[in-house]
């Protein structure tokens, strides 16, 4: 048994409940390495702001959804404001002293051969510990946004960083990134997906005790049902009779309980967090969503017609000329431009077919797979 342990490769995977993304695509990429390496590997997922213990680090998942408030403007401040490299240099010099007595504690808590980033804010600190040797063995960035990436995904000396794009490639040469070092894979996504998508919709329908003869219209906010999401659903039932609508609402259970007290004659479904995501998208016609890359990404699988209301500033934005240049989906910024882009998806089903296809063009269903092999290499 120890000899077994000895010969296994450990990855110990960086993360945050900051939004549901982060969890989702570390998740993916483990179950992936623990399919094609079985007990040859070990990962262990970690909340590393949490973990590290420190105030304010440790309450980032709680503050999130607040700082996402206010339609981002808050978060976009940050983000722009920190989308500098010398400016986190700088940064993390500053919170080194404070921060790197918890950091070794950390590491000493969870040995690992590979450490691996799915969080841009803690690749400073992992920086400064590969600079000042309190790091020796393989680092790995994998930068889960889509096209608009944050430089802090590229903070030098790393071993590897996974992209999921051409654009995000082109913004890590910027960053000084050497081109050997950087891999694009797509999105880490649960291979569910890949296997959701070859069953039937009417399999799924009936797995899940939906009509067969109604247009289903899935809405989700990310995994914390961010956005106006009762406003928008009381404006597409309203538009749009005879349409089933179902909502995620994630781990926001204000949402969950607003809509549930909403009066739908039965077009309204409410779920709260999900982990049967794929066969909800499999079951529906059109999906309504943040422009999360991991909700996206999770879609293109899918083959699903995109109506995006909300991008966060910063990381989601470039994702809105993403699906709509690419005929995946269009942009309606308001509850009124969503029920009437629902409408017309609804009614044109050559119109739904063509941004179906657009949408399937973008999958990348091996992203995972290309991932773990790519970690499993360093190690
Ligand atoms: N998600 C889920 N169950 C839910 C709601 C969301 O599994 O009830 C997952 C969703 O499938 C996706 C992730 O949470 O993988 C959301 O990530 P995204 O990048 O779209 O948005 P974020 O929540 O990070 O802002």
Known sequence: MVAQQQTKKRFLFLMSDTGGGHRASAKAVRDEMVTLYGD?????????????????????????????????????????????????????????????????????????????????????????????????????????????????????????????????????????????????????????????????????????????DEPVVLVVGGGGGMGPVTAIVQTVLSRCPGTRVVVIAGGNRKLYEQLKALNSNGSLQVEGFTSNMPVWMRAADILVTKAGPNTLSEAFITGLPLVLYMALPGQERGSIPYVVSNGAGVWAATPEKVAVAVQELVTDTSRRQALASGSRSLARPLASEQIAQYLWSLA
């Open 40 to 212: 040859a590997v070990q990962v262990e997922i970690i909340d590393v702001f949490v973990e590290l213990g420190l105030w304010p680090f440790k309450c980032y998942p709680t503050w999130y959804p607040h700082v996402v408030k206010l339609q981002g403007i808050p978060w976009g401040i940050g983000y722009y404001l920190s989308d500098k490299l010398r400016l986190l240099h700088l940064l993390a010099y500053l919170d080194w002293m404070y921060v790197r007595g918890a950091l070794r504690g950390l590491l000493d808590r969870y040995p690992a051969d590979v450490l691996v980033s799915f969080h841009a804010m803690i690749n400073p600190t992992l920086s400064m510990a590969l600079r000042r040797k309190y790091w020796s063995r393989p680092v790995a960035s994998i930068a889960i946004d889509l096209v608009s990436v944050h430089s802090a995904w590229f903070t030098p000396g790393f071993d590897l960083y996974v992209v999921a794009s051409d654009g995000a490639k082109a913004r890590a040469q910027r960053c000084g990134t050497p081109e050997e070092c950087i891999k694009i894979a797509g999105m880490p996504v649960r291979r569910d997906f890949k296997t959701a998508a070859d069953i039937s919709q009417e399999q799924a329908r009936l797995e899940l005790g939906l009509p067969q």
